[in-house]
């Protein structure tokens, strides 16, 4: 038998696969697809994701779940042209969806997809991936990645394609990308003026509009508009504007007009070519409202400049305008308005317009129903009426302020702010500022006080400054509840609104019950405090001050410890003591109110009297001469007794009940009687200031010896009177025992009601005094000094001496 051999094996076939038709009927099995390593497969899943995803956001969402973006987003960088166009596609539909392209961000893809923007690349990959872009270019990060990635030369060399939509994808990228000011530059280096200029000749609506606003954004930049202006596309714009079947087109083209004529170099050079002229042609041209109305906007851009405004003024622009004040559009009118304060920035412009007849047409425009043409014709009226007097006269006999008066109640902030403003400066002529007033302006303005908002609170108390300057102005306004939300202002750290609060205030502090009624809002305080801040401190916070304690001696004298002799003491003054920085100062009525105590009296000056009281016809000649030691009243007895009958008098009944008045005070009167009788016959002004000194040392006490004055019962006597009146207010001329403060306060009071002058100043320890100027020489001879030399009083200790001021017996009297 023959040996068996083993057959050797088979080999395997290697014939390929009949072709597979594969079909999928879910999105799922779809994306599984596009991890085929088959390209037909790809091509034709990508394709199928595609159509499944125009079909709406839902399926995009859905796919985006299955997790279809990552594996398209390999694939648009795929070998084969079929797979990678259809993979672009699908991406290109996916993006347009918000949390599709959310997602995409996260897988850096735009250096992939500007990869695929040569022009060796497919045209319906241009699309595709442009329309990806369009989508991210949205988002501030995606158009850093694009402008990193060079992405903006390829897109505006597609600018040039002949397909309409990678024109419109790739010029929504660019467009959204120089809304930054480093793309902007960009495109300009790179040549992207000439190609967008081109794309205004497109058959393409959405295209051009697209083009316009790019080249809005762009020529912003002045090297952009010479550029612009040298392609000639100031006249391609010119010839846009000229074309009505372009009118849909109009108001962007306007707006790059605008920015070509906005620095002054463009403009002229537009204005020798004759495109200033064609423009304002084209305002006057009836055509569409709306067009129209960005006709005049952008001639209220233009002026802007100065060296534009005179140009146009030249071109007797404001005539254009007048004639627009009066056509139907509100929005034309409102426009046109907007324009004037441009334009009216210019001094002669603003008298164009009132010989023009301007004015009394934008007044007309204050009562009308749209508060977007009232607000606008405020603003024009309040810049025409700036610096002008012939305007605001102009608006005044047009019955302009009546209406303005009545919008400061609007409740537009911006047209209060500009009606508070125009009769700031119309008030600054009287027959105008009492017709404002006649109306109501001050009750009106009290609301605006109030404000929240910066610029009517700016130009509220501006108005006010201006209009209460006198005093029934002031009176109303008190009486209107305006005094205290401008007091409120002082809180304020706008620094124009607290400037403006203090200019206001040191106006209506020029009259004592103003400047009275304020200090009880605490505008005292609120001022020291801004005076002593380095940042809020200025020369109109200290001018208020000073205003303020200028028709508030009581209160000026506690805080600064001096009067001057220009201070003139009246009625109703009382010294309260020596008050500490930013502590309120009570008024007198306050202080009267409040229960006995053992502070010192607040020492009140009253001469005033409801009817007349006889001199004595004596008075002891002698009060200077009293023995200090006697402990018996000094004064007259007919004094005593109308002293005695005084304090029965003005003891209140029921304080409860009955309203407050300040105490008469006979005693005063009387010597307000006897100073004028005996003080102002004498000749020698020294010898008048003498004899006063003796006068008011003998009404409280006569001259008490230095060694002898803690001996003197002013403590007791001034005690008593307290008790006596159950009042902490005790009137002066009640005093028959004082020392120096209340001989200096008395000695100051007698001598400004008699029209002699001096101070009162106060030291410590209830030491005060008065400082008085006197001529050196022999008035007979009528050889005086040159310079007047300054003395103080001595009241206390040898009445009517006076000491030359620095000496040591000066220094003596003024310290222990």
């Given at each position: 038998m023959g040996k068996k051999v083993k057959k050797e094996s088979e080999t395997p076939c290697k014939e390929t696969f009949e072709p597979l038709p594969v079909e999928g009927r879910t999105p799922a099995t779809v994306v599984l697809l596009?991890?085929?390593?088959?390209?037909?497969?790809?091509?034709?899943?990508?394709?199928?994701?595609?159509?499944?995803?125009?079909?709406?956001?839902?399926?995009?969402?859905?796919?985006?779940?299955?997790?279809?973006?990552?594996?398209?987003?390999?694939?648009?960088?795929?070998n084969n042209k079929l797979v990678r166009r259809n993979a672009f596609m699908a991406l290109g539909i996916m993006a347009s969806n918000g949390d599709a392209k959310d997602a995409l961000k996260k897988f850096h893809v735009i250096p992939s997809i500007i990869d695929k923007l040569s022009l060796e690349e497919d045209i319906v990959v241009h699309e595709f991936a442009t329309l990806c872009l369009a989508s991210l270019s949205v988002d501030f990060v995606c158009k850093v990645q694009i402008f990193d990635n060079k992405g903006l030369p390829p897109l505006i060399q597609l600018l040039s394609t002949p397909d309409p939509d990678?024109?419109?994808?790739?010029?929504?990228?660019?467009?959204?990308?120089?809304?930054?000011?480093?793309?902007?530059?960009?495109?300009?280096?790179?040549?992207?003026?000439?190609?967008?200029?081109?794309?205004?000749?497109?058959?393409?609506?959405a295209i051009q509009r697209l083009a316009l606003k790019t080249l809005q954004n762009l020529t912003t930049d002045k090297d952009t508009r010479n550029t612009f202006r040298e392609a000639q596309g100031f006249e391609k714009l010119m010839d846009i504007l000229s074309n009505m079947d372009f009118s849909d087109l109009h108001a962007e083209a306007l707006q790059v007009v605008a920015n070509c004529m906005s620095d002054s170099e463009?403009?002229?050079?537009?204005?020798?070519?004759?495109?200033?002229?064609?423009?304002?042609?084209?305002?006057?041209?009836?055509?569409?409202?709306?067009?129209?109305?960005?006709?005049?906007k952008c001639i209220a851009r233009v002026a802007q400049s100065s060296e534009n405004r005179k140009l146009l003024h030249e071109q007797n622009v404001e005539k254009v305008l007048v004639e627009l004040l009066s056509v139907a559009d509100i929005g034309v009118k409102t426009a046109t308005c907007q324009a004037v304060p441009a334009m009216s920035v210019h001094l002669a412009s603003k008298d164009s317009f009132r010989d023009l007849g301007g004015i009394p047409a934008v007044v007309q425009l204050l009562n009308n129903e749209s508060l977007g043409l009232r607000e606008a014709a405020t603003q024009a009226l309040s810049n025409l009426t700036h610096s002008n007097r012939l305007n605001a006269f102009a608006v005044y006999e047009a019955r302009g302020h009546e209406i303005l008066v009545q919008q400061l109640s609007g409740s537009c902030p911006r047209t209060v702010a500009n009606s508070a403003a125009t009769l700031g400066n119309m008030a600054g002529q009287e027959v105008i500022r009492c017709s404002i007033l006649s109306h109501g302006a001050i009750r009106a303005l009290v609301e605006p006080l109030k404000s929240t908002d910066t610029q009517v609170l700016v130009n509220a108390t501006q108005c006010l400054a201006v209009l209460a300057c006198d005093t029934d102005a002031?009176?109303?306004?008190?009486?209107?509840?305006?005094?205290?939300?401008?007091?409120?202002?002082?809180?304020?750290?706008?620094?124009?609104?607290?400037?403006?609060?203090?200019?206001?205030?040191?106006?209506?502090a020029s009259d004592e019950p103003t400047a009275v009624e304020m200090c009880k809002f605490g505008v005292l305080e609120m001022l020291q405090e801004i005076n002593q801040s380095v940042n809020r401190r200025s020369s109109f916070s200290r001018l208020a001050m000073i205003s303020l304690l200028n028709s508030n001696l009581s209160v000026k004298y506690s805080l600064t410890d001096r009067l001057a002799s220009t201070?003139?003491?009246?009625?109703?003054?009382?010294?309260?003591?020596?008050?500490?920085?930013?502590?309120r100062i009570l008024t007198l009525e306050e202080l009267s109110k409040?229960?006995?105590?053992?502070?010192?009296?607040?020492?009140?000056?009253?001469?005033?009297?409801?009817?007349?009281?006889?001199?004595?016809?004596?008075?002891?000649?002698?009060?200077?001469?009293?023995?200090?030691?006697?402990?018996?009243?000094?004064?007259?007895?007919?004094?005593k007794?109308?002293?005695?009958?005084?304090?029965?008098?003005?003891?209140?009944?029921?304080?409860?009940?009955?309203?407050?008045?300040?105490?008469?005070?006979?005693?005063?009167?009387?010597?307000?009687?006897?100073?004028?009788?005996?003080?102002?016959?004498?000749?020698?002004?020294?010898?008048?200031?003498?004899?006063?000194?003796?006068?008011?040392?003998?009404?409280?006490g006569g001259a008490v010896e230095m060694e002898k004055l803690h001996e003197f019962p002013w403590v007791l006597h001034l005690s008593e009177l307290k008790f006596q009146l159950q009042s902490n207010v005790v009137p002066i001329g009640l005093i028959s025992r004082g020392i120096y403060c209340h001989r200096a306060l008395l000695f100051k009071c007698l001598a400004d009601c008699i029209g002699m002058s001096c101070t009162l100043e106060r030291g410590e320890y209830n030491r005060a005094w008065n400082e008085v100027l006197l001529f050196n020489g022999n008035p007979s001879s009528n050889v005086r000094s040159s310079q007047p030399c300054r003395y103080i009083v001595d009241l206390m200790h040898q009445p009517g001496s006076l000491f030359t001021t620095n000496t040591p017996a000066a220094v003596q009297y003024q310290t222990i």
């Open positions: 596009l991890s085929s390593p088959e390209e037909d497969i790809l091509a034709k899943a990508c394709e199928a994701i595609h159509t499944f995803a125009e079909k709406g956001d839902e399926n995009k969402v859905s796919l985006l779940g299955l997790g279809a973006l990552e594996p398209l987003c390999q694939l648009i960088t795929h990678v024109k419109k994808n790739s010029l929504e990228i660019i467009f959204n990308l120089v809304q930054d000011y480093q793309s902007r530059l960009a495109v300009h280096e790179l040549g992207g003026i000439p190609p967008l200029l081109e794309l205004l000749k497109s058959d393409f609506p463009s403009f002229q050079l537009i204005h020798k070519g004759g495109g200033l002229m064609r423009l304002m042609e084209f305002v006057l041209t009836p055509n569409i409202p709306e067009i129209q109305s960005n006709a005049v002031r009176a109303e306004l008190q009486s209107a509840g305006g005094l205290q939300p401008l007091v409120n202002l002082l809180h304020s750290y706008h620094k124009e609104v607290l400037h403006n609060a203090c200019m206001a205030i040191n106006v209506c201070d003139i003491i009246n009625d109703g003054f009382y010294d309260a003591g020596k008050v500490c920085v930013c502590r409040q229960p006995v105590n053992q502070h010192r009296p607040i020492i009140v000056v009253n001469t005033a009297t409801e009817e007349t009281v006889d001199v004595p016809e004596e008075r002891q000649s002698n009060q200077s001469e009293t023995d200090t030691s006697s402990k018996g009243d000094r004064r007259t007895p007919r004094k007794k109308v002293d005695e009958k005084q304090k029965d008098e003005t003891r209140p009944e029921s304080p409860s009940v009955q309203p407050w008045k300040m105490m008469d005070d006979v005693s005063l009167q009387l010597l307000v009687k006897e100073a004028k009788e005996s003080i102002l016959p004498l000749n020698d002004e020294r010898e008048q200031y003498a004899a006063l000194a003796r006068l008011v040392s003998g009404a409280m």
